[in-house]
């Protein structure tokens, strides 16, 4: 292979595209589109977070500013938590308008996170979300298109292919430059576009940079350049094997729009029709039915908390819960708030299973379908896929376990068995307690699961390289 | 040669060209999915929704045993179910029945605290959107009306074709026009079979609304030809046109939502929701730590009707109790209401956007003519809060009596009932948009036509 002619004919495709005035056009659109998109979704991004915050705050300190309560009171008042976006849904926001952002922690029940954006659309966010995931993932592979179709039908259509060829250019060699030739206009339109984002994002940000958002960065324009990659390869391939660039072009469309527009929603749906998940009243009935047989701790006479009661007293040597050093209800309480939370985490976990199971066709289908792998790949890097929106409902879960358990241990030690109703403990006590603060997973551990969208992007790159390399022999120069 | 043969030889070329079958095919092949999924999501809400009242009669008949010596305690456990039923066109257009809960569950207590809880849904699911017919119709069909457009005229001219059509009796402009109409018919028949296939398979009910989702589809089409007509009409080339008219594509399907979306949710931010969480939490369990005179005193100003149940200070009791829940939704009500305005506000500023491009129009159309928008959904939850508040009069009596479960006439126990099915709409209004933008883009193109044959 002669490098120098691939560089010659790389140069001589990007040099023919900065002539034409449709490319300029082209760009100047991606630009202001991707800088409105930057600008009014981070401003979205403010907005939204900023109300979160506050009413984040307010619940601290409401909770704070309690007064003298019983502990299963303020167990009961409970917590409100909030999820704030992801730090780079910005850029790609991923589920994070169809999930839920405010959560009431209360004792004995699991509540669901309410309030989601797209509950609060009349329809119009299911159109896309404007931001710059979309407009690389959708619209930059159609510039590509555009601008590869006539790559080799062109030349062919001219008659300056057999020239090409004759001129000791190798097939390999000329789609190799064809591809590099599209990619550095590409890049060149985008690089200057992405450098202004990636300061306003900086700026945006008051210039704190960690570890975690550089390897985010980095993953992600690494992601991004593989998939123009191979949309160029698409390209110039598509244009080898049609006879005339109209039919190239056309070609390139139809791929675009079922590749683009009607197989993602038709994988999903897929999904969500083989794998149909227990609707939330079903859920709720499997949970109350495996808590019956565990027993029910407000039954006086259930069987499995009267043995708890003669073990305990057994263990305490004594005849009457009264005498024993601690209070009995909140210990009781307790129990139950562990075995139900058990039994929760259990079904919830295999819902949220189930929907992994659902998601999981769409992301074996990326293995047909490049925008479907850097879809998932882009979203798990931006850290607004699913798997962070478990995240936040197990960090929350956590914390609601926790806090009425603290609280239980303080209706068991701090609370008398007699006349326990009346009973309050200090206001100091709220203090010992720990704020929600949801911790956004790293991208190294957003990604451990989307190891199929890793794949499936190096797959593609893989398979862009062997098509260009081995393909040609195929192919009659017509 | 005459009109007719001219005709037929169109007819005839158009329909046996392979490309033209394979789209219509492909088509077809994404109505019959899409068909198949809006039956089979709607199908699975309809079998939940067929079980609830076993669920609901379990539920009562435990909770009665479990809970016979006290009646207050056991209203605290026992739930009401409430369903939004969907209407029969409701597999037509999905809409936002997927986002928004169709069976809420309301205990006595403070409802604005139980009311918006979310259905389980997987949001990557909500995320890639419903493959339903009105996705077909909105999204794909303009895409087969550009690819039987783009070359319409220009074809010709590539082909050479062009000087032997302009020696013909029959003048170019007609050639075109009637070319547009054949092509346009075609497409027309593809729909309205699709729209007539569907009424059938999904069951939807043969009324009104049938013409409506025809009348829709129809105004619609009819702008994507006038605006293919209009591109055509410079006499450009195939490969300009099919971009050009991609690019407006993208631009209605794609980058104007969402872009329209980004700004109404910035400009509108929705904050309300939280307000009213944390105020009816606060309203009510706040009662807790001030005297039970004072609760009472305002329960009273509404109900005065239980002034003369005696409620102690010193120990507790359940028509305090439920007083207090009661204050709970009392004390949010400002925000509950400043809540659904500012929904109804973005369903507004939605509505008036929508005028303006038709893809929106379109969808909001048909996810309102399938009863499964934000409005039909706000009904619901309307419906909602006048159940809590039968339910709650219903047993407020028996609570300050302190009966007995025992006396308790179930049998009166008021029901939920709501369905799309139920609601008028008029949806030739929103053709009335759709059909003046063709209407313009249709005279734009007549415009360009008449310099046609000066040439």
Same mark, same amino acid.
């Given at each position: $292979?002669?490098?120098?002619?691939?560089?010659?004919?790389?140069?001589?495709?990007?040099?023919?595209?900065?002539?034409?005035?449709?490319?300029?056009?082209?760009?100047?659109?991606?630009?202001?589109?991707?800088?409105?998109?930057?600008?009014?979704?981070?401003?979205?991004?403010? #907005?939204?977070?900023?109300?979160?915050?506050?009413?984040?705050?307010?619940?601290?300190?409401?909770?704070?500013?309690?007064?003298?309560?019983?502990?299963?009171?303020?167990?009961?008042?409970?917590? @409100?938590?909030?999820?704030?976006?992801?730090?780079?849904?910005?850029?790609?926001?991923?589920?994070? &308008?169809?999930?839920?952002?405010?959560?009431?922690?209360?004792?004995?029940?699991?509540?669901?996170?309410?309030?989601?954006?797209?509950?609060?659309?009349?329809?119009?966010?299911?159109?896309?979300?404007?931001?710059?995931?979309?407009?690389?993932?959708?619209?930059?592979?159609?510039?590509?298109?555009?601008?590869?179709?006539?790559?080799?039908?062109?030349?062919?259509?001219? *008659?300056?292919?057999?020239?090409?060829?004759?001129?000791?250019?190798?097939?390999?060699?000329?789609?190799?430059? +064809?591809?590099?030739?599209?990619?550095?206009?590409?890049?060149?339109?985008?690089?200057?576009?992405?450098?202004?984002?990636?300061?306003?994002?900086?700026?945006?940000?008051?210039?704190? =940079?960690?570890?975690?958002?550089?390897?985010?960065?980095?993953?992600?324009?690494? *992601?991004?350049?593989?998939?123009?990659?191979?949309?160029?390869?698409?390209?110039?391939?598509?244009?080898?094997?049609?006879?005339?660039?109209?039919?190239?072009?056309? #070609?390139?469309?139809?791929?675009?729009?079922?590749?683009?527009?009607?197989?993602?929603?038709? $994988?999903?749906?897929?999904?969500?029709?083989?794998?149909?998940?227990?609707?939330?009243?079903?859920?709720? +009935?499997?949970?109350?039915?495996?808590?019956?047989?565990?027993?029910?701790?407000?039954?006086?006479?259930?069987?499995?908390?009267?043995?708890?009661?003669?073990?305990?007293?057994?263990?305490?040597?004594?005849?009457?819960?009264?005498?024993?050093?601690?209070?009995? *209800?909140?210990?009781?309480?307790?129990?139950?708030?562990?075995?139900?939370?058990?039994?929760?985490?259990?079904?919830?976990?295999?819902?949220?299973?189930?929907?992994?199971?659902?998601?999981?066709?769409?992301?074996?289908?990326?293995?047909?379908?490049?925008?479907?792998?850097?879809?998932?790949?882009?979203?798990?890097?931006?850290?607004?896929?699913?798997?962070?929106?478990?995240?936040?409902?197990?960090?929350?879960?956590?914390?609601?376990?926790?806090?009425?358990?603290?609280?239980?241990?303080?209706?068991?030690?701090?609370?008398?068995?007699?006349?326990?109703?009346?009973?309050?403990?200090?206001?100091?006590?709220?203090?010992?307690?720990?704020?929600?603060?949801?911790?956004?997973?790293?991208?190294?551990?957003?990604?451990?699961?989307?190891?199929?969208?890793?794949? &499936?992007?190096?797959?593609?790159?893989?398979?862009?390289?062997?098509?260009?390399?081995?393909?040609?022999?195929?192919?009659?120069?017509? | 040669?005459?009109?007719?043969?001219?005709?037929?030889?169109?007819?005839?070329?158009?329909?046996?060209?392979?490309?033209?079958?394979?789209?219509?095919?492909? @088509?077809?092949?994404?109505?019959?999915?899409?068909?198949?999924?809006?039956?089979?999501?709607?199908?699975?809400?309809?079998?939940?929704?067929?079980?609830?009242?076993?669920?609901?009669?379990?539920?009562?008949?435990?909770?009665?045993?479990?809970?016979?010596?006290?009646?207050?305690?056991?209203?605290?456990?026992?739930?009401?179910?409430?369903?939004?039923?969907?209407?029969?066109?409701?597999?037509?257009?999905?809409?936002?029945?997927?986002?928004?809960?169709?069976?809420?569950?309301?205990?006595?207590?403070?409802?604005?605290?139980?009311?918006?809880?979310?259905?389980?849904?997987?949001?990557?699911?909500?995320?890639?959107?419903?493959?339903?017919?009105?996705?077909?119709?909105?999204?794909?069909?303009?895409?087969?009306?550009?690819?039987?457009?783009?070359?319409?005229?220009?074809?010709?001219?590539?082909?050479?074709?062009?000087?032997?059509?302009?020696?013909?009796?029959?003048?170019?402009?007609?050639?075109?026009?009637?070319?547009?109409? =054949?092509?346009?018919?075609?497409?027309?028949?593809?729909?309205? #079979?699709?729209?007539?296939?569907?009424?059938?398979?999904?069951?939807?009910?043969?009324?009104?609304?049938?013409?409506?989702?025809?009348?829709?589809?129809?105004?619609?089409?009819?702008?994507?030809?006038? @605006?293919?007509?209009?591109?055509?009409?410079?006499?450009?080339?195939?490969?300009?046109?099919?971009?050009?008219?991609?690019?407006?594509?993208?631009?209605?399907?794609?980058?104007?939502?969402?872009?329209?979306?980004?700004?109404? &949710?910035?400009?509108?931010?929705?904050?309300?929701?939280?307000?009213?969480?944390?105020?009816?939490?606060?309203?009510?369990?706040?009662?807790?730590?001030?005297?039970?005179?004072?609760?009472?005193?305002?329960?009273?100003?509404?109900?005065?009707?239980?002034?003369?149940?005696?409620?102690?200070?010193?120990?507790?009791?359940?028509?305090?109790?439920?007083?207090?829940?009661?204050?709970?939704?009392?004390?949010?009500?400002?925000?509950?209401?400043?809540?659904?305005?500012?929904?109804? @506000?973005?369903?507004?500023?939605?509505?008036?956007?929508?005028?303006?491009?038709?893809?929106?129009?379109?969808?909001?159309?048909?996810?309102?003519?399938?009863?499964?928008?934000?409005?039909?959904?706000?009904?619901?939850?309307?419906?909602?809060?006048?159940?809590?508040?039968?339910?709650?009069?219903?047993?407020?009596?028996?609570?300050?009596?302190?009966?007995?479960?025992?006396?308790? *006439?179930?049998?009166?126990?008021?029901?939920?009932?709501?369905?799309?099915?139920?609601?008028?709409?008029?949806?030739?209004?929103?053709?009335?948009?759709?059909?003046?933008?063709?209407?313009?883009?249709?005279?734009?193109?007549?415009?360009?036509?008449?310099?046609?044959?000066?040439?």
């Amino acid at each position: $292979m002669n490098f120098s002619n691939i560089k010659r004919i790389a140069y001589q495709e990007s040099r023919n595209a900065f002539r034409t005035k449709v490319v300029y056009i082209s760009a100047i659109v991606l630009g202001i589109a991707l800088l409105s998109a930057l600008f009014i979704g981070w401003q979205n991004a403010k #907005t939204l977070n900023a109300e979160r915050e506050k009413y984040q705050d307010l619940v601290r300190t409401n909770w704070l500013e309690q007064p003298d309560r019983h502990p299963h009171r303020s167990s009961h008042y409970g917590y @409100l938590a909030f999820r704030p976006k992801s730090s780079l849904s910005f850029f790609d926001s991923g589920v994070d &308008s169809f999930a839920g952002t405010s959560i009431f922690l209360e004792p004995h029940r699991q509540n669901t996170v309410n309030f989601s954006e797209a509950r609060h659309s009349n329809g119009l966010l299911r159109f896309g979300e404007l931001n710059l995931a979309l407009i690389l993932q959708i619209l930059v592979p159609l510039m590509i298109f555009f601008l590869g179709f006539a790559a080799i039908s062109g030349e062919r259509e001219s *008659g300056i292919l057999a020239i090409i060829l004759s001129s000791g250019v190798s097939w390999r060699e000329l789609l190799i430059g +064809k591809t590099f030739g599209i990619l550095s206009v590409i890049f060149a339109l985008l690089t200057p576009l992405l450098l202004i984002s990636i300061a306003l994002w900086l700026f945006l940000n008051d210039f704190k =940079i960690t570890y975690d958002s550089i390897f985010r960065l980095a993953f992600l324009l690494i *992601g991004y350049s593989i998939y123009f990659v191979v949309c160029a390869a698409i390209a110039v391939i598509i244009s080898s094997f049609t006879k005339t660039s109209r039919n190239s072009l056309i #070609t390139l469309l139809v791929i675009w729009i079922m590749f683009w527009i009607a197989m993602p929603r038709a $994988m999903q749906n897929l999904g969500a029709s083989v794998y149909p998940t227990a609707s939330k009243s079903q859920f709720e +009935k499997i949970l109350e039915d495996d808590l019956a047989k565990e027993g029910d701790s407000h039954n006086a006479n259930d069987a499995k908390f009267a043995d708890l009661k003669r073990e305990t007293l057994a263990k305490y040597k004594v005849n009457d819960v009264k005498d024993l050093p601690f209070n009995y *209800g909140g210990f009781v309480m307790s129990k139950a708030e562990e075995i139900s939370s058990l039994i929760f985490r259990k079904h919830y976990g295999e819902l949220l299973a189930k929907f992994r199971l659902q998601n999981r066709v769409t992301e074996i289908a990326s293995l047909l379908n490049p925008y479907l792998a850097i879809r998932h790949f882009s979203m798990a890097t931006a850290g607004s896929d699913f798997s962070a929106y478990e995240n936040f409902q197990w960090q929350a879960e956590d914390f609601r376990f926790n806090m009425v358990q603290k609280l239980n241990d303080l209706h068991a030690n701090e609370i008398k068995s007699q006349n326990d109703r009346t009973q309050k403990i200090s206001s100091e006590n709220w203090q010992e307690f720990p704020k929600f603060e949801y911790r956004e997973p790293t991208v190294f551990e957003s990604l451990q699961k989307q190891y199929l969208a890793i794949f &499936s992007v190096i797959f593609w790159l893989l398979i862009a390289c062997l098509a260009v390399y081995f393909l040609p022999k195929k192919v009659t120069a017509g | 040669m005459n009109l007719s043969t001219f005709l037929k030889l169109e007819v005839k070329n158009f329909v046996s060209g392979k490309t033209v079958l394979v789209a219509v095919l492909c @088509l077809l092949l994404a109505s019959c999915y899409a068909m198949f999924y809006g039956k089979n999501t709607i199908d699975k809400q309809q079998a939940i929704i067929a079980e609830i009242p076993k669920f609901q009669a379990e539920h009562f008949k435990k909770q009665l045993e479990l809970n016979k010596d006290e009646f207050g305690n056991m209203l605290y456990y026992l739930q009401h179910n409430t369903v939004h039923q969907p209407s029969s066109w409701a597999a037509f257009s999905i809409g936002q029945r997927d986002v928004n809960p169709y069976n809420i569950k309301v205990k006595m207590l403070t409802l604005e605290g139980q009311i918006y809880d979310s259905e389980m849904s997987n949001p990557t699911t909500l995320l890639y959107g419903n493959f339903d017919l009105a996705f077909v119709i909105v999204f794909l069909l303009p895409l087969l009306i550009i690819a039987f457009c783009h070359n319409l005229i220009s074809a010709d001219q590539e082909n050479g074709i062009w000087n032997l059509l302009s020696s013909q009796p029959v003048s170019i402009a007609k050639i075109i026009g009637w070319r547009l109409l =054949i092509r346009f018919v075609i497409v027309l028949i593809l729909a309205f #079979t699709v729209i007539t296939a569907s009424c059938f398979y999904l069951q939807s009910a043969f009324d009104i609304r049938f013409f409506y989702a025809l009348l829709i589809a129809f105004s619609y089409l009819t702008f994507w030809f006038a @605006l293919s007509a209009f591109v055509i009409s410079f006499q450009k080339s195939s490969t300009f046109n099919a971009l050009s008219l991609l690019g407006i594509w993208i631009f209605l399907a794609i980058l104007a939502p969402a872009l329209l979306n980004l700004v109404i &949710s910035t400009t509108l931010p929705v904050s309300e929701s939280f307000e009213v969480t944390v105020k009816q939490r606060e309203g009510y369990h706040n009662k807790w730590d001030k005297s039970k005179a004072e609760t009472m005193q305002k329960f009273y100003e509404i109900y005065p009707e239980y002034k003369s149940f005696p409620i102690p200070e010193d120990k507790f009791s359940w028509g305090w109790y439920y007083a207090m829940n009661f204050m709970g939704d009392l004390e949010a009500e400002n925000s509950t209401e400043k809540y659904i305005e500012k929904l109804n @506000l973005r369903n507004l500023w939605t509505n008036r956007t929508a005028l303006f491009f038709p893809t929106i129009q379109a969808q909001l159309s048909f996810n309102n003519l399938s009863k499964n928008d934000l409005q039909n959904h706000l009904e619901y939850l309307k419906s909602v809060r006048t159940y809590h508040r039968r339910i709650r009069e219903f047993f407020y009596p028996e609570i300050f009596r302190n009966a007995k479960v025992e006396v308790v *006439g179930w049998e009166n126990l008021p029901k939920h009932e709501f369905s799309g099915e139920n609601l008028a709409n008029n949806l030739s209004q929103s053709s009335y948009s759709l059909l003046f933008i063709a209407s313009v883009f249709g005279l734009l193109f007549w415009g360009n036509l008449k310099k046609f044959r000066m040439k």
